[in-house]
């Protein structure tokens, strides 16, 4: 086994995470701070989003400069004792690598957007305008509005997959793909542990541009729906390891929203493009078609478990990335369950999947305090761009103010965002300053130093089940069989490798459920909730046991 599929890895928000400067916003320094407190959660590979030089119309993921360090995170000194002192802790630094697009800072566009003749001009996706000077095509961008911005120096369109700001590069030009695998290698030699590379379905066009038939009322179509996951995009994904990562012990976890996961022996394993991949299903089961905010098509627990249970099954002769939360995603339990549940008991269930589940889990910054989505009322208060498009999208298609805003409320990414709350002092312990965004309300309840004295805290969960995968490292590479398959509700499967057998239970709904399994004696490893009845569980339980062998 390679060392990434034995441990766990930690999503990192910079920005949010930790400030040592009194900026209001966090930094690579503030990273390594907490490198013991990371450790005590089994992490052993931490996942930068982007630190390097940009405009920040999207956090960062609109990139200037790939080999550089933005100054609002600190500088390349502090990037690289980061990444020896973490080295030092059996910790290895994953950096994000936005190669879609760049920024429209970056000196790559600001060249190529002169004229059509210069050495760059074919870099990024240029097109003439419609007879009638509109736009190439219909296609709306991620973040909302036109995938196309008129360029007046070039007298062209050119295409961006997400804000008018970040242009998508042109993959068919060699040079733009050689260039880009520089950029990679620049970090493989720093000793860096991976890459998760972003929105990385979109970096293949289909040879002829169409309009779409409109999906909303700005009478314009998703540009995912008409370029994601084009024919002869897994060649360039090929090409990228074969350039960058291949022969060197680092992993690859590719974001590939538009991947089924029928599709995914194709892209993931030895043949494959990458080591693992974010598969999205379970996560967007409220998005199946279009992710239009006001539109969320209803789903039950049922499809949650098909969902989880499709990705183990095509990835048996793989690897998998257990997640169920990211900077684009509600917090998990807002996602999964009803304002009623019982928050500690709902992230803890959902926190065993994520470390007893075959696969590599990803924890995001805040999961492991089992953090809620914020209740700000008022638009402004939000950063997200994306927010911002879906709140602008919401009003042109009719509906009011408070509509708008009670999706946004439900979906933005700033949920995920908001600071991480480390005590109850000033701006929970994150800034000296004014943070970049709002503190979560209820931060005194759910900072660190609280959940840390507190042996039934969400926090208290995730160590020990640390603390489990430590005990127990066969865990990583037992083989997975789901048990109470056709139960609604309840996730069961059983971890077996030599003579250890390892049945977990998840009740997901928040009712209690009994249930038929033919137990032939255990020990229990780890208990939800006070004290597991054989053949109950409460609502959300989760346990974890040890079977006699027979
Ligand atoms: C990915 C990132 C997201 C970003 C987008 C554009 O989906 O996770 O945060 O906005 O790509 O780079």
Not at 457 to 465: A, D, H, K
Request: charged content about 25%; aromatic content about 12%; overall charge negative.
């Amino acid at each position: 086994m390679r060392w990434w599929q034995k441990t766990v890895v930690y999503e990192c928000y910079p920005r949010s995470f930790l400030d040592t400067r009194g900026q209001g916003t966090g930094t690579i320094e503030g990273i390594r701070q907490k490198l013991d407190y990371l450790s005590s959660l089994g992490t052993g590979a931490i996942w930068i989003t982007p630190v390097y030089v940009s405009p920040m119309v999207d956090n960062g993921y609109d990139i200037a400069d790939y080999c550089a360090i933005d100054p609002l995170f600190g500088t390349m000194e502090d990037m690289d004792k980061l990444i020896s002192d973490a080295r030092d802790r059996g910790i290895r630094i994953v950096m994000d690598l936005v190669f879609n697009h760049t920024s429209d800072q970056h000196p790559w566009f600001l060249e190529s957007r002169k004229n059509r003749e210069n050495p760059r001009s074919n870099w990024y996706i240029w097109r003439d305008a419609k007879v009638d000077g509109s736009a190439p095509t219909n296609w709306r961008g991620i973040f909302g509005g036109s995938a196309w911005t008129w360029c007046e120096e070039r007298g062209q369109y050119y295409l961006h997959t997400f804000a008018k700001e970040q242009p998508d590069l042109n993959w068919e030009e060699p040079e733009v793909r050689k260039a880009l695998y520089q950029c990679a290698k620049f970090w493989v030699d720093k000793g860096i542990g991976g890459f998760r590379i972003d929105a990385i379905t979109y970096i293949k066009k289909p040879e002829v541009f169409l309009d779409g038939t409109p999906d909303a009322e700005d009478g314009l179509v998703s540009v995912h729906n008409m370029t994601a996951n084009t024919p002869g995009i897994l060649d360039f994904l090929h090409e990228f390891r074969e350039h960058t990562v291949m022969g060197t012990d680092l992993f690859t976890v590719g974001e590939a929203n538009g991947v089924s996961a029928e599709e995914l022996p194709e892209w993931v394993g030895e043949d494959g493009g990458f080591d693992m991949l974010f598969e999205f299903s379970h996560v967007n089961l409220e998005f199946k078609k279009n992710e239009i905010w006001t539109r969320p098509d209803p789903w039950t627990i049922t499809e949650l478990k098909e969902a989880l249970r499709n990705s183990q099954n095509h990835t048996r002769d793989a690897w998998y990335p257990v997640f169920f939360e990211n900077h684009d995603k509600p917090r998990c339990v807002d996602h999964f369950f009803s304002d009623k549940a019982n928050r500690t008991a709902a992230a803890k269930a959902i926190g065993t999947i994520l470390y007893t589940m075959r696969g590599t889990p990803f924890l995001y910054q805040g999961q492991e305090l089992g953090m809620n989505r914020v209740h700000w009322d008022n638009i402004e208060m939000y950063n997200d761009i994306s927010s911002l498009g879906q709140y602008e999208l919401a009003l042109k298609e009719g509906k009011n103010k408070e509509e708008a805003l009670a999706a946004v409320h439900r979906f933005s990414r700033d949920n995920a965002r908001v600071p991480m709350p480390w005590n109850s002092e000033k701006n929970a312990g994150f800034t000296e300053g004014v943070p970049w965004l709002k503190t979560h309300e209820d931060a005194e309840q759910l900072c660190v130093q609280q959940q840390l004295n507190d042996p039934d805290s969400v926090l208290s969960w995730y160590r020990t089940l640390a603390e489990l995968r430590r005990s127990h490292t066969s865990l990583a590479e037992s083989s997975y069989e789901e048990v109470l398959a056709e139960d609604e509700d309840i996730l069961g499967y059983l971890r077996e490798i030599g003579e250890e057998q390892i049945l977990v239970l998840v009740n997901l709904s928040e009712k209690e459920k009994t249930y038929k399994f033919d137990e032939p004696g255990y020990t229990i490893l780890l208990e939800s909730c006070k004290k597991h009845s054989p053949g109950i569980l409460h609502p959300l339980e989760a346990v974890v046991l040890c079977l006699k062998m027979r």
